[in-house]
C-alpha cells in the first residue's frame, strides 16, 4: 500500500448556500487527512512536538477541483507522500466519491524547530516511515 485512506462525510458546515462543499472545507480534509496519515504510522502531532522538538508547517497548496461534491456525500480521501528533501516533504492528497475524483492536492511541508520556527532535518527514522508511501503519480 502507498498511500493512507480516511472516510469523510459532508455536513452541512462543509457546504455553501447552494449545497455544494465550499472549496475552503478541503483544506480541513487535507488536515484532517495529514494528522491521520501521521497517526496511522504512530506519531500525533503534539508528541512530535514534544519528543522530537518538530513541526510540519505548510509552505504552500496546490489544489485543483475536479467534480463538485455535496451534502450528505460519502468521500475517501487518500493521502500519499510523493517526494521527500533533507527538511521538506511533498504530500498528494486525493478526494473520491466512488471512482470519481473530485478533488486533489499537493502540499508542501517544511519540518521546522518548534521554539525558532527555523527548517530542520526531517529525522531519519520519520523519513524512512514516509519512503514507505511515495507514490508516483503515473
Known amino acids: 500500500m502507498t498511500h493512507h485512506s480516511i472516510d469523510i462525510r459532508i455536513y452541512y458546515e462543509d457546504t455553501d448556500a447552494g449545497g455544494v462543499v465550499y472549496h475552503a472545507s478541503y483544506l480541513k480534509f487535507g488536515e484532517r487527512g495529514r494528522t491521520e496519515f501521521l497517526r496511522s504510522l504512530g506519531h500525533e502531532n503534539s508528541q512530535l512536538t514534544q519528543e522530537e522538538g518538530i513541526l510540519f ?82
Open 57 to 138: 508547517v505548510v509552505k504552500h497548496i496546490d489544489i485543483e477541483y475536479h467534480k463538485p461534491a455535496f451534502l450528505d456525500d460519502f468521500l475517501r480521501q487518500d493521502t500519499a507522500i510523493e517526494a521527500i528533501k533533507n527538511s521538506s516533504f511533498i504530500m498528494r492528497q486525493t478526494a473520491w466519491r466512488d471512482d470519481e475524483k473530485i478533488s486533489e492536492m499537493r502540499v508542501a511541508l517544511v519540518t521546522v524547530d518548534a521554539k525558532t520556527i527555523k527548517p530542520v532535518r526531517l529525522p531519519e527514522r520519520i523519513k524512512l516511515e514516509f519512503e514507505k508511501f511515495i507514490e508516483v503519480e503515473t
